[in-house]
């Protein structure tokens, strides 16, 4: 199963694809994820991205693509993967379709988490991240059991500069000009599936899951 989440910052994408690599074992390729990794890393790629994510800002499509490209060559991706954050532009899209026709391989779903605009602000203002392992909590909804440090390795939690509001409206408006015109490339060729991002993490993890058995 080949799959990719749509949906606005903070819509619960990284959480729901947690779960499914939990219940199918699919890798989990967040652009993202790969992206803090390299600024981390101090790497040409981190440098060249940095200071697009920061100001909330797309980083350009031939440095993401040629991520992908890379990613889902990698053996964990032969038994499926789901695609987080990518793709977030048409030509994106466009150059997915190509690497996957290359490789014989196809998309089986692209499900769309629809939340509001304040969930949105509200989600991402009270995200905290782990630098270390990228486990995310919400301060309210799914809060560390620890204040201020992730369960997992005590690492104390940050909130990710692009998570400030600034920054934040700037990922929305990006959103809603260069990657909410992907719902219609998808329905156009019968993959879209559109689902309410807005409940329990549980619930909407059920739609999610009545959405790939249908
Ligand atoms: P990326 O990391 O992909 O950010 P994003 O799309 O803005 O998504 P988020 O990671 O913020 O949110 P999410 O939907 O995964 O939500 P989460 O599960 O964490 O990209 C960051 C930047 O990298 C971009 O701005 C861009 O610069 C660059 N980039 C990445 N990919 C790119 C690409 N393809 N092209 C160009 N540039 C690219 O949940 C959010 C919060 O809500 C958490 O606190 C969580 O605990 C909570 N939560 C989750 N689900 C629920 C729920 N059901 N109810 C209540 N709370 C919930």
């Given at each position: ?15 729901q ?27 040409e ?6 200071g ?34 990518f793709?977030r ?7 997915l ?25 509200e ?30 390795d ?61």
């Open positions: 199963m080949n799959l990719i989440l749509l949906g606005p910052p903070g819509a619960g994408k990284g959480t694809a947690k779960r499914l690599v939990e219940r199918f074992g699919l890798a989990h390729v967040s652009t993202g994820d790969i992206l803090r990794a390299a600024i981390k890393s101090g790497s790629l981190g440098q060249k991205a940095k697009y994510m920061d100001r909330g800002e797309l980083v350009p499509d031939d440095l993401v693509v040629g991520i992908i490209r890379e990613r889902i060559g990698q053996p964990d991706c032969a038994k499926g993967f789901v695609l987080d954050g793709p532009t048409v030509p994106q899209a466009e150059a379709d190509g690497m996957l026709s290359a490789a014989s391989c196809r998309l089986d779903r692209v499900v769309a988490l629809e939340v509001s605009d304040q969930a949105v602000l989600r991402n203002t009270k995200r905290r991240s782990c630098p270390t392992c990228g486990a995310t909590y919400h301060l309210v909804n799914a809060p560390p059991k620890k204040a201020g440090v992730c369960d997992r005590a690492t104390p939690l940050v909130h990710r500069p692009d998570d400030q509001p600034e920054a934040i409206l700037k990922r929305m408006e990006e959103y809603r000009q260069k990657t909410a015109p992907l719902k219609d490339f998808y329905r156009k060729v019968g993959l879209l599936r559109e689902i309410d991002g807005s409940g329990a993490q549980d619930d909407v993890a059920r739609a999610l899951d009545r959405q790939l058995e249908g």
